[in-house]
């Protein structure tokens, strides 16, 4: 199914509730309708943040989950049954998770575009050592959002998918150096620097330079480790990054405890 660019769309709103190792989470909101990227933090938390950042929990109509990995699926099945909504996935996530019977699990695979009410989400591949990962493109008409963490390499797929987006989450994980030199043990760090790990600062940025030109306005840094990077590091090579492709994004870091800041999309903004 192909995306329809609806030249009325709604606006839409998008927040990162949390982000990090310790649990992740997104809310992407329009027309009465709210969907959940990852459900990686207690459903207590999402609750409470979806109110802190002006959702309504009961316009949630679904979670779309790009793996199995506890920290993006942790709060997930406690939210669904909270809430009463679907879970898309990819049928790799599905297996890996063992969701219970009850809940229902909806199939979702690269390449898809599902309406979940006034929204349309869609999917594509990611490298990553999941099951079946995937990455999302969610909005209204020309309203997008991506979705790009959890990767160990840059794939031409994704920057095209980014490109379309007005507003992405896109991985900072780690400064190499010190992952290189810290305390991970060796098969940890070998793990995060394969092609199916996590996104450096260095290619997080030499991603976001590719999108000079683009539809994109504001970048969330995200997913970035608390004992492999440092704020600094990741502004430094965001910034670079632009000065490199001569352009310019509204950024923000995406916090582990807290909620980011609303991003507004829509007309004339």
């Known amino acids: 199914m192909s995306w329809t660019v609806d030249l009325f ?8 509730l949390g982000s990090g190792s310790r649990g992740n989470c997104a809310v992407v909101w329009s027309g009465g309708t709210a969907v959940l990227v990852d459900c990686g933090l207690p459903a207590r938390r999402v609750l409470a943040d979806l109110e802190r950042v002006g959702v309504d929990a009961g316009t949630v109509a679904g979670i779309v989950l790009t793996h199995e990995h506890g920290d993006h699926v942790g709060g997930a099945e406690a ?11 990819s049928d790799g996530t599905r ?7 009850e809940l229902e699990v909806r199939r979702i695979v690269a390449g898809d575009t599902v309406v979940i009410g ?3 989400v869609e999917a594509f591949r990611v490298p990553h050592d999941g099951a079946e ?4 493109v969610v909005g209204a008409g020309v309203h997008r959002v991506g979705f ?11 920057v095209r998918k980014l490109r379309t987006c007005r507003a992405i989450l896109l991985e900072f994980n780690h400064d190499e150096h010190m992952l290189r030199f810290g305390e991970y043990p060796p098969s940890l760090k070998e793990r995060v620097l394969s092609d199916l790990g996590h996104l450096s600062n260095r290619q997080a940025g030499e991603l976001l330079a590719r999108l000079a030109g683009s ?9 970035v480790s608390h004992e492999n990077n440092r704020r600094d590091l990741v502004l430094g090579a965001a910034r670079a990054a632009m000065e490199a492709g001569d352009f310019e994004v509204s950024l923000a870091i995406a916090e582990q405890d807290s909620p980011s800041a609303v991003i507004h999309l829509h007309d004339g903004a």
Request: glycine share 10%.
């Open 79 to 89: 939210v669904a049954r909270k809430l009463g909504v679907p879970v898309w996935c």
């Open 118 to 120: 006034a929204l349309c």
């Open 95 to 101: 297996v890996a998770v063992r969701f219970r019977d």
């Open 215 to 223: 539809r994109v306005e504001h970048v969330v840094l995200g997913h």
């Open 9 to 16: 769309a709604r606006d839409v709103r998008f927040a990162v």
């Open 133 to 136: 990962p995937l990455g999302f």
């Open 148 to 158: 790009a963490t959890d990767m160990g390499s840059v794939k031409l797929g994704v």
